[in-house]
């Protein structure tokens, strides 16, 4: 069973404090100010599920206003993106100077690196998803621009998320590992979908000609991720194109070609360290497989981008 945290498990004069540690602890450095009610009590809990690279949970409580603060900011490291997807009461997400409004359903990002508030006036329920900032910052160009703004949960990408996040969540115990990454990444698809949809996403069409490049170059990339020569170079030479003409083509991309390269070793590892035929071969030798050639920057960059270690991934990943 997935774990829930509760301020029953404590006196009701020691609940706020409890609360604000509970959320430090499952999302990042807050404060949390309760708004008082008639009977001066506090509730709230948080049940966490784990996926591959994806933090879910589901917040119920009281009204309440939650701040992170450049103080919060300056004294951590925490560098992830959070998505509130309202499934009951109403709340504010507040950060870049915009307010978005979420309903039932509604959903809004924002990031940890700059200072934010959540608002809420009356009893409320969010789904929280959380997941490392580069990973994000690798699908999404100007991230800046689409915090705190509210997608619609009743249409478009929006609504698929929230059908996929409620049959997520009568699921998720009966999860295999591998169903398990494959359900996270297409939560994030999903998630990027909708904010693609904000006018602060809309990016000039590429032309059938780049589209057609780009599209050569990624294909090309994805079948010789094992080769630790790959580069810009070489691929450029593999399909008689100039360097130059490589990055052109990747300008309109949230990632210069060679990071991309970097991003899908690491999304290929991901995989085979979940895949149980390969339970058995060291975490050194999958990433050697995958193209890397040093040991302590693959462990580096897999940390970056998913948040844990290799070996913690596949342990926390592993059946029980």
């Known amino acids: 069973m997935t774990p829930l ?45 784990a996926l591959p ?36 009461g109403q709340g504010v997400v507040r950060q870049d100077g915009r307010d978005a409004v979420l309903g039932a359903g509604d959903f809004a990002l924002y990031d940890s690196t700059r200072p934010y508030q959540l608002l809420f006036d009356q009893p409320f329920e ?3 998803l959380k997941l490392p900032g580069e990973r994000l910052r690798s699908e999404l160009r100007d991230t800046e621009a689409l ?24 699921d998720f ?36 000609l780049t589209a057609y490049h780009l599209g050569r170059v990624k294909q090309r990339i994805d079948e010789q991720l094992a080769d630790p020569t790959l ?20 300008k309109s991309e949230p990632l210069t070609p060679s990071q991309y390269i970097w991003e899908r070793r690491l999304d290929a590892c991901s995989r085979d360290l979940l895949e149980p035929r390969l339970a058995g071969r060291p975490v050194g030798e999958i990433a050697y497989g995958r193209g890397f050639n040093d040991a302590a920057h693959f462990s580096r960059a897999f940390r970056e981008r998913f948040g844990c270690s290799p070996r913690e991934w596949r342990q926390q990943r592993s059946p029980q």
């Open 5 to 49: 945290l509760s301020t029953d498990a404590v006196p009701r004069d020691q609940r706020l404090a409890y609360w604000t540690d509970m959320i430090c602890n499952v999302y990042v450095q807050l404060e949390c100010d309760a708004v008082r009610t008639g009977d001066g009590d506090f509730e709230g809990s948080i049940r966490q599920h």
């Open 53 to 88: 690279g994806l933090g879910m949970s589901v917040v119920t409580s009281r009204a309440q206003k939650v701040m992170r603060t450049p103080g919060h900011i300056a004294a951590s490291s925490d560098d992830c993106f959070l998505v509130s997807i309202q499934a009951r």
């Open 126 to 128: 969010q789904i929280v």
């Open 147 to 170: 915090t705190a703004t509210t997608v619609s949960g009743r249409e478009g990408a929006g609504h698929l998320l929230l059908g996929m996040i409620r049959t997520l969540r009568e």
């Open 173 to 208: 115990d009966a999860l295999q590992p591998a169903s398990a990454l494959a359900v996270a990444h297409g939560v994030q698809n999903i998630l990027v979908a909708g904010l693609q949809t904000l006018p602060a996403a809309h990016a000039p069409a590429l032309s059938k």
């Open 231 to 250: 580069s810009v170079g070489t691929l450029a030479a593999q399909l008689g194109m100039s360097v130059s003409h490589v990055h052109r083509v990747f």
